[in-house]
């Protein structure tokens, strides 16, 4: 069984700008993506974005499309999720999760972001 382990989360004023990073290891999903959630309070947890590690496929949420970027650096077993333009409704516990295709199987602790407005 492999783990995830995220970090970069933090408070940020909106127009700010964070990095948060996922190293996952000893995962043996078939061409696997990881992932990024958020669960804002109240609310039910939804995809943020997602990234194929075998052909660098990406996908984004339509909320974040052109603010967030996913990235993978493969020689780390890292991803990165760089979120630009922030915004108060952007405030939310994100976590990482790895899966066949983007399909989550398993999850990250999560890492809290708050942006003030």
């Known amino acids: 069984e492999g783990t995830l382990a995220e970090s970069g989360g933090g408070l940020v004023q909106a127009g700010g700008s964070l990095r948060l990073s996922c190293i996952h290891s000893?995962?043996?999903?078939?061409?696997?993506?990881v992932g990024w959630f958020r669960q804002a309070p109240g609310k039910e947890r939804e995809a943020v974005s997602c990234i194929v590690l075998s052909d660098g496929f990406t996908h984004y949420a339509s909320s974040v499309k052109g603010r967030f970027t996913i990235s993978s650096d493969n020689a780390k077993n890292t991803v990165y999720l760089q979120m630009n333009s922030l915004k108060p409704e952007d405030t939310a516990v994100y976590y990482c999760a790895v899966g066949p295709s983007c399909v989550p199987k398993s999850w990250g602790q999560g890492t809290q972001v708050t942006v003030s407005s």
């Open positions: 000893g995962f043996t999903f078939g061409d696997y993506g």
